[in-house]
């Protein structure tokens, strides 16, 4: 069965440092998603990204956030200085369209100390 | 407007026995309501989703109630097993938007 794969399952960096999530979506999905979830709390949106720009990104996928796909199969979150804020668990999720299932990979968990 | 409120966050309930997971929505524009279930480590993996044209759902021992009037939807586990145990999110969107709102979720236990 395909699924989403993200690297690495546990990254820990020192707080200012640049950190880069990556995630290899299934084959033929065309919509792709960063998730964040906060130690005991819910899944947050962070971006939507589509034919190679962002579709849609919430208010907390502020400057320090980007995202990109360089090669046709990876799909990458950079966060740019790392604060102890950002510690959380990143979900990325592919889709074929915007209205069928979003599948999830297994997360990367961040932690910043 | 965007907020999906979840009720309980956790649950235990005996073996067999029925659990219940509530939801409301505010933005009418949603027209999609999934459910999530999370095993703790993995990722949210789709258990069920329901459109507002119909007002249930039935997949195995999972149902979806969904009350358009009222902005509710809700998840009924029957016959609860262990393996059930694990977090399940209620989620909201758009059908042809992007993003997923996600309610708090609920932690159920299912005691053998």
């Known amino acids: 069965e395909p699924e989403v794969t993200q690297t690495p399952s546990h990254q820990v960096t020192q707080m200012g440092q640049e950190v880069i999530l990556r995630c290899v979506p299934i084959?033929?999905?065309?919509?792709f998603y960063w998730y964040r979830q906060i130690l005991g709390q819910k899944v947050e949106f962070l971006v939507s990204f589509y034919n190679n720009e962002i579709s849609e990104k919430s208010e907390i996928f502020d400057d320090q956030f980007s995202v990109e796909r360089p090669d046709g199969s990876n799909f990458t979150l950079k966060i740019r200085s790392t604060k102890l804020e950002d510690s959380a668990m990143y979900f990325c999720a592919s889709n074929f369209r915007r209205d069928t299932e979003a599948f999830f990979g297994q997360g990367t968990r961040l932690t910043v100390v | 407007q965007q907020q999906v409120k979840q009720s309980p966050q956790s649950l235990i309930v005996q073996k067999g026995g029925i659990s219940i997971i509530n939801c409301a929505y505010e933005n009418t524009a949603f027209d999609y309501f999934p459910w999530y279930q999370q095993f703790p480590g993995k990722g949210p993996a789709l258990l069920i989703a329901?459109?507002?044209?119909?007002s249930e759902k039935k997949e195995g021992r999972f149902t979806i109630s969904f009350n358009k009037s009222a902005k509710q939807f809700s998840l009924h586990i029957m016959d609860s097993q262990p393996g059930d145990s694990a977090t399940y999110f209620c989620?909201?969107?758009?059908?042809?938007?992007?993003?997923?709102?996600f309610g708090g979720g609920t932690r159920v236990l299912v005691k053998p």
């Open positions: 989620a909201a969107k758009r059908a042809a938007g992007n993003k997923l709102t």
């Open positions: 329901i459109r507002p044209d119909v």
């Open positions: 084959s033929n999905h065309l919509y």
